[in-house]
């Protein structure tokens, strides 16, 4: 009741939640009955948890942040949300984002602007804008969101919270609602490391539902979250963790640079060496990750079509159906993704756009090879900036684009990474959060849980 009434109170001023549901209350009751007669518990019973709104819910609606899924409720749980269930979870509501994924402050929600908690006037990031708001308002304890180019990882630094993306096919997709299929991953929030590792052990694992989910055994991540009170004073010795030189050099704010040195020094006092390491493909991987995931994007956005789901316009002629559902359904920026998306794999263009953008992924992928050879893990700022003025880059798509660069090469590679925060920014409006991003190698979560508790 303490949680529903601080959501209440914090929510007209943060828009975090786009449904919240009404029957949280009867759901934690029955916790309590269960405790009381010393049944069984879930290891997250009377966990509130929030769920990003492209994630399906059956009882809930899930629009994805779209005018053109206004009132669809899905007929299933993802299997992520499933899995959160049988653990005891308490699904509370349903989170803002920018529409279908598409963007970085969560002002490309079709319904709302969600606020920063640290400063009202500022973006929370985006596309899971309001899963991170709702973890840092502490609206909910956990949630889920979904990380195709760093919405999980983004959005985490700049609202100060823990986000993590694991390794592509750690967690199974069925049930997401799709916007480029081979980078995206459910992935989650805590207000600590541990919270968000006992998440991901929630809702890993393979599901036949979903053919790229991974048959990999699930470790008990949990059994890392050892007390700090019994850790030797150079717990993570011998250690190595690279640096990307790329990552600190011109174009990312000085404070954020700071942060990030002053955070490979605790790693250097907790036993880590440290050493800077290039990874020479680095700059071509956000140009390549937009043309891919435009290009899937207009793939998967082809089943809007105003008969299958949600938004029905009223028409004489089937084309005009089409045209109409999706002129007055979609947003601009999501329009504007599906042209570039289909021009990239048009004939004419294809092996100039989308051809060379597979072959940079290659690239991008071996120069990870190449530097976790080499280290345990890799560490970089997990965005230039702190988060900046809602409507500051509203109108400037490429400034925003821009902003992704720390995070979409992890997506096109694969990676599982961790953000935590590591330092702060100062402000006209006081201290913003920064997070230092830690990039590991595909499916050991567990070693960046590990490190990053031992950090926190
Ligand atoms: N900002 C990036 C985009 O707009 C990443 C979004 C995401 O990870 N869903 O594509």
Not at 363 to 391: C, H
Request: hydrophobic residues 40%; contains cysteine.
């Amino acid at each position: 009741a303490a949680s529903l009434q601080r959501l209440r109170r914090t929510e007209p001023h943060i828009k975090s939640f786009l449904y919240v549901s009404d029957d949280v209350l009867k759901k934690a009751e029955e916790i309590d009955r269960k405790i009381a007669e010393n049944e069984e518990l879930g290891p997250l019973a009377g966990v509130l948890v929030g769920v990003k709104d492209n994630i399906c819910t059956f009882d809930m609606p899930s629009t994805a942040g779209s005018k053109i899924l206004e009132n669809y409720r899905p007929p299933f749980d993802a299997t992520a949300v499933g899995k959160m269930k049988k653990c005891g979870a308490i699904v509370i509501g349903k989170t803002n984002m920018d529409e279908f994924g598409m963007g970085s402050t969560t002002e490309g929600s079709a319904y709302q602007v969600t606020a920063n908690p640290w400063d009202l006037s500022r973006v929370p990031g985006g596309s899971s804008g309001g899963s991170a708001a709702a973890v840092s308002a502490r609206q909910c304890m956990v949630s889920l969101g979904s990380d195709t180019g760093g919405s999980v990882r983004q959005p985490a630094s700049f609202c100060g919270v823990v986000g993590l993306k694991p390794t592509y096919g750690r967690v199974s997709r069925y049930g997401l609602v799709a916007y480029a299929s081979s980078l995206d991953v459910i992935g989650c929030f805590g207000s600590s490391v541990a919270d968000a590792g006992i998440l991901l052990h929630a809702i890993a694992g393979h599901d036949k539902f979903d053919a790229t989910s991974s048959k990999r055994e699930v470790p008990d991540f949990a059994s890392q979250f050892i007390a700090r009170d019994n850790l030797d004073s150079k717990p993570l010795k011998g250690l190595r963790v690279g640096l990307i030189r790329e990552t600190i050099e011109d174009g990312v704010d000085q404070e954020v640079i700071s942060s990030i040195r002053g955070a490979a020094s605790h790693l250097e006092e907790l036993g880590c060496t440290v050493t800077e390491v290039s990874l020479p493909s680095f700059s071509l991987g956000l140009p390549a990750y937009y043309i891919l995931a435009s290009s899937e994007s207009s793939s998967n956005l082809s089943r809007y079509d105003g008969v299958r789901y949600g938004k029905q316009v009223v028409a004489d002629e089937l084309n005009s159906l089409y045209g109409e559902s999706r002129a007055g359904g979609l947003g601009s920026e999501v329009k504007m993704r599906i042209l570039m998306g289909t021009y990239a794999l048009s004939a004419g263009y294809y092996d100039a756009y989308y051809k060379r953008a597979q072959q940079v992924r290659t690239l991008v992928r071996e120069s990870f090879r190449a530097a976790l050879d080499e280290n345990d893990i890799l560490i970089s700022p997990a965005a230039p900036s702190a988060a900046y003025k809602i409507g500051e880059k509203k109108n400037d798509p490429l400034s925003m684009y821009a902003g992704d660069i720390m995070t979409v090469n992890v997506n096109l590679a694969g990676l599982p990474a961790l953000v935590l925060p590591c330092g702060f920014v100062d402000s006209s409006s006081g201290a913003l959060p920064v997070g230092i991003q830690m990039i590991g190698t595909a499916f050991e979560e567990e070693k960046l849980l590990k490190v990053g508790h031992i950090f926190e």
